[in-house]
């Protein structure tokens, strides 16, 4: 069977052809046509020679060349139509999918509303009746760690049992006393700016020497302390965000109570305001690595013994 004999016999079938189908015909019938011109071409060229060979074989010639512009003016045709019906089953699967996948949304939404009504309050109910518990541990916790035995650890709170990545506690990298200048009332030594611009008499107390467009007349007065300065690395908290026990998860329907808020399990544990998804809660915190985490300077003031060193 030709090419065009195969593509006349699928455009004139009744049961629609795939896109898929009709475009491998389509691509046939385009190199069929093709050919066709370029044997066409090739033999008109040859027409003269077959002329001088006399009458009879130009006759002949001539019927060929007849022969082969109707077989391409014929496929011409069954590809402009090949062509179209192409680009209407193209178009009408395109409908067909999206009206497929717009019907497995509305199925799929249907079955997730479905669920959500029948079980939503049940496991919002269950869920904070358990972070009550939690809540009402941590607070016990709380209390025993503020008057624990002797020699006994500080109890973690429960997250921090159960995650992933514990609470990590501050650690003191070093200590050392300093002594600095400070105002009388300041729990903190003065900026290193300040402390180059202190004037003293005895090295115990002094002012601040201002600077000519300085606004005041004189300068402050500052003191002489001891500090001890502590470098640390600041703890690490094992919960991320909110606290499972502060959580809120919030009502279904608007004339739903609001019997799954934290107010009425927690009684004075204060909750905070919050609609986070519950995976985001409960994700936890990543593990710090140690180069990662902050090293903190704080100074607390000081009354060690005079032959303590100063830097």
């Known amino acids: 069977m030709s090419v065009a004999d195969r593509i006349r016999s699928l455009l004139n079938r009744k049961k629609p052809a795939q896109a898929q ?18 044997r066409a071409g090739q033999e008109r060229l040859l027409h003269p020679k077959h002329v001088l060979a006399g009458a009879a074989d ?12 109707g077989e ?13 019906r192409h680009a209407a089953a193209v178009a009408e699967e395109a409908l067909a999918a999206k009206a497929q996948r717009y019907e497995n949304a509305r199925k799929l939404r249907d079955d997730a509303a479905a669920r959500l ?14 972070l009550h ?20 650890p500080n109890l973690d709170r429960v997250e921090a049992v159960v995650r992933d990545a514990p609470e990590v506690p501050r650690k003191i990298l070093r200590q050392r006393v300093v002594s600095a200048w400070a105002y009388p009332d300041g729990d903190t030594p003065l900026s290193e700016e300040l402390q180059a611009r202190v004037s003293s008499a005895n090295g115990h107390t002094g002012h601040i020497v201002p600077r000519s467009n300085d606004w005041s007349p004189s300068g402050q007065a500052v003191v002489k302390k001891r500090f001890r300065l502590v470098e640390y690395q ?12 502060d959580m809120k998860l919030p009502a279904l329907r608007a004339r739903d109570p609001n019997y799954w808020t934290p107010g009425e399990f927690y009684g004075r544990l204060k909750a905070t305001e919050t609609l986070r998804r519950l995976n985001e809660v409960v994700s936890g915190l990543r593990a710090w690595r140690p180069s990662e985490r902050p090293v903190g300077v704080e100074y607390v003031v000081t009354e060690d013994p005079a032959d303590a060193e100063a830097n």
């Open 234 to 245: 600041a703890g690490i908290s094992a919960s991320s965000g909110d606290r499972l026990a």
């Open 72 to 84: 391409v003016s014929e496929l011409s045709v069954l590809l402009a139509l090949a062509e179209e």
């Open 21 to 38: 189908e009709l475009a491998s015909q389509l691509a046939d019938t385009r190199a069929a046509y093709e050919a066709a011109q370029v």
């Open 58 to 69: 130009a006759a002949k010639h001539r019927e060929l060349l007849a022969q082969l512009d």
């Open 133 to 152: 518990l939690v809540a009402q541990a941590d607070e016990a916790v709380a209390i025993a760690n503020e008057d624990r035995p002797d020699g006994m």
């Open 117 to 130: 009504e029948a079980e939503y309050d049940k496991h919002a109910i269950g869920l904070l009746t358990l």
